[in-house]
């Protein structure tokens, strides 16, 4: 079982829609969540950052996190043509040494496409 | 304020050349993660420096990969005697500290191919 799951999609919606995006994970050490667009032959950008479990919202954008579960949920409302991208979720847990990394861990990505 | 710069953005190497990518992190930040994209794969982590110390290199292959970052210049993720597999997307991100987060910021990546 790998790390954390993402559906690659492609998943395509008409302009409007609501998009539920989700990652499965296994390493109950993860505290921290993101969730990364990425357009082609661009570098990841960060949309949502979410510490244990909980809601955040950011306009548009709403990221859950349930950790009983090892879920995690972004939700874009009134999705644009603009949003069209691949959305990576991404988790790190605390180094076990203090100085340690932060390091990643992504799922695949799922490819979006809005369609006017 | 200039984004974190990766160069050359396109390389293009034949099998057994050596591979340099240059990343260069946003003003104030002295944290540096590098990640590998591969076709059809997400991130992977691949190693952790800050100012000319190598913290976490767990992710990278134990031969022909090295990374540095010197006090002054760039970081630098070297590839020895490429081999196709080589090819993928490199990233950086760089940071003020050691976390990811909110103040973390990957460049445009280094698109290598190897033929």
């Known amino acids: 079982q790998k790390e954390v799951e993402q559906d690659p999609g492609p998943l395509s919606v008409p302009e409007g829609a609501i998009v539920s995006l989700n990652c499965t994970y296994s390493n109950s050490a993860f505290q921290y969540f993101m969730w990364y667009r990425q357009y082609s032959r661009k570098g990841p950008e960060l949309l949502m950052y979410?510490?244990?479990?909980g809601n955040k919202e950011d306009g548009r954008f709403t990221a859950q996190v349930d950790k009983s579960s090892k879920y995690i949920s972004l939700f874009i409302r009134d999705s644009q043509p603009s949003d069209s991208a691949t959305y990576l979720c991404a988790m790190s847990a605390v180094p076990p040494s203090g100085a340690g990394s932060y390091q990643l861990t992504f799922g695949k990505g799922t490819k979006l496409s809005v369609i006017p | 304020n200039a984004g974190v710069m990766q160069n050359p953005r396109h390389l293009v190497r034949r099998r057994g050349q050596e591979a340099r990518l240059r990343c260069s992190p946003m003003k104030g930040h002295s944290h540096v993660y590098w990640y590998r994209q591969l076709p059809e794969e997400g991130l992977k982590f691949m190693v952790y420096?800050?100012?000319?110390?190598?913290?976490?290199e767990s992710g990278m292959p134990k031969e022909r990969f090295s990374a540095e970052f010197p006090k002054e210049g760039p970081s630098i993720l070297r590839i020895q005697q490429v081999v196709r597999g080589d090819s993928a997307a490199y990233f950086c991100?760089?940071?003020?500290?050691?976390?990811?987060?909110?103040?973390?910021?990957f460049g445009q990546g280094t698109r290598l191919t190897v033929v």
């Open positions: 991100a760089s940071s003020p500290r050691q976390t990811m987060n909110t103040e973390a910021f």
């Open positions: 420096l800050q100012k000319e110390n190598i913290i976490d």
């Open positions: 979410t510490y244990s479990s």
